[in-house]
């Protein structure tokens, strides 16, 4: 018999996040109700770092288990350490819903029986499934690297993770291939990396020190496989069994990938489906310039670009010449009607180009050198120097200061500017 399953994960609760957080949540747990789910299960980072039990986001957090256990019962699995300390999930475990929540904070299968109750295994896995199994979940927490880096040495653990994990998920092939074999849905729930996968960003997650393949997740023999830590939903298929991302229902940073939301599972003995439902995440909108940013170029696409309500960040570079020239006033009013506007500026340094040898030429030599390499007339620059060589402090201030004397300032400066630079090299 068929069980519909909400996946939700990397909800990363934390003071913030509370306000995109929260309603996004809220608004996924009561689309889950509403379509008559028979579990939820959150698949890690259900909060961003350690909180305090009275913290708002803590409490906003429980209110919503707790709405989903009053329905159904509820499987949190233990996420990135960073996020989620050890123990941070235990308060979860005493919520007294309807139905109870179970914190898998190690490797573990757990039965889910027709009552509605939790039954754990003692050890990694069941030796038999227990009586009255309606669903059968292989849970797999976060993996702590530094106790594999302490056994196996540092250089070593990232790839000693990744092997133990996939031996372990070749274990668990055969008790869900008897649990299949009695029509029994089974299922797998991890926190982790797989080998090719993107992230919200757009990034492939190439290389050795990530915990799965797909190879190994399919190993398990599970007829779903529900998976947290990338924020971008994303699924593989293999003869009707999927692996699946939810992704994160809430949009916590600019230049995140996709459409935010989370999954509606139907699991069978032979395979899977699902459906996925986006959650009111909010816009954000990156706009980038290669110089300074032009108000009148964002008003004039003010339409195309909707920013009524949006998120919005501004980003460009510039030189050290042109940095005064960065209205950010005017950048502001362009944007008005967006929720935020982030302005992010970068100031390219100037980069002096020196050349061997030139410190032990004499001046004339040095200017005719820096000419020639920068594509300037030398005469102007050697006559301005003799200018300068034939007249005192008090006269020299006198002439550039004088009005008129523009283009003798320019030489001068000129000069002078290349006298200091090579005198430092």
């Not at 994303?234 to 940073?253: D, M």
Request: charged share 20%; net charge negative; proline share 4%.
């Amino acid at each position: 018999m068929d069980i519909r399953i909400a996946h939700f994960s990397d909800l990363h609760y934390a003071p913030e996040t509370l306000v995109e957080v929260d309603r996004c949540f809220a608004y996924a747990v009561d689309a889950a109700i509403g379509r008559g789910i028979d579990a939820a299960v959150i698949s890690g980072d259900a909060t961003d770092h350690a909180q305090n039990l009275h913290s708002p986001a803590v409490d906003a957090l429980g209110r919503n288990v707790r709405r989903l256990a009053d329905h159904c019962p509820v499987l949190i699995l233990q996420g990135t350490f960073s996020h989620e300390p050890p123990g941070t999930l235990n308060v979860f475990r005493h919520f007294g819903g309807r139905y109870p929540v179970h914190v898998a904070d190690r490797l573990q299968q757990v039965a889910l029986d027709g009552e509605g109750s939790w039954r754990v295994s003692d050890g990694w896995r069941f030796d038999a499934l227990p009586d009255g199994t309606r669903a059968l979940f292989s849970a797999l927490p976060t993996v702590n690297k530094a106790v594999v880096a302490a056994a196996a040495g540092a250089a070593s653990a990232a790839e000693e993770v990744g092997t133990q994990l996939s031996t372990l998920l070749r274990g668990y092939g055969c008790i869900n291939d008897g649990a299949r074999g009695l029509g029994i849905p089974t299922v797998g729930v991890a926190h982790g990396t797989v080998h090719g996968s993107t992230n919200e960003h757009g990034v492939p997650m190439a290389g050795n020190d990530h915990e799965f393949t797909t190879g190994a997740l399919f190993a398990a023999r599970a007829s779903a496989f529900m998976l947290g830590h990338i924020h971008l939903h994303q699924s593989w298929e293999s003869n009707g069994r999927l692996v699946a991302y939810a992704g994160s229902p809430a949009r916590l940073h600019y230049g995140e990938e996709g459409d935010k939301g989370f999954l509606i599972w139907t699991v069978g003995a032979a395979g899977s489906r699902f459906e996925r439902i986006a959650t009111p995440a909010r816009r954000t909108i990156d706009l980038c310039f290669d110089g300074p940013p032009d108000p009148a170029c964002i008003r004039a696409r003010i339409d195309e670009l909707d920013v009524e309500g949006a998120f919005i960040r501004v980003r460009w570079q510039v030189s050290e010449a042109e940095r005064d020239q960065v209205d950010r006033g005017a950048l502001l009013a362009a944007l008005t009607g967006a929720a935020q506007v982030k302005l992010e500026g970068r100031v390219l340094p100037v980069q002096i180009a020196r050349m061997a040898g030139i410190s032990r030429m004499g001046l004339r030599d040095r200017i005719t050198v820096w000419a020639e390499a920068a594509g300037e007339e030398a005469a102007p620059l050697l006559s301005c120097v003799e200018w300068l060589a034939a007249r005192d402090t008090e006269s020299i201030a006198r002439t550039i200061l004088s009005s008129g004397a523009a283009p003798v300032r320019r030489e001068v400066n000129r000069a002078a500017m290349i006298t200091v630079e090579e005198g430092a090299s």
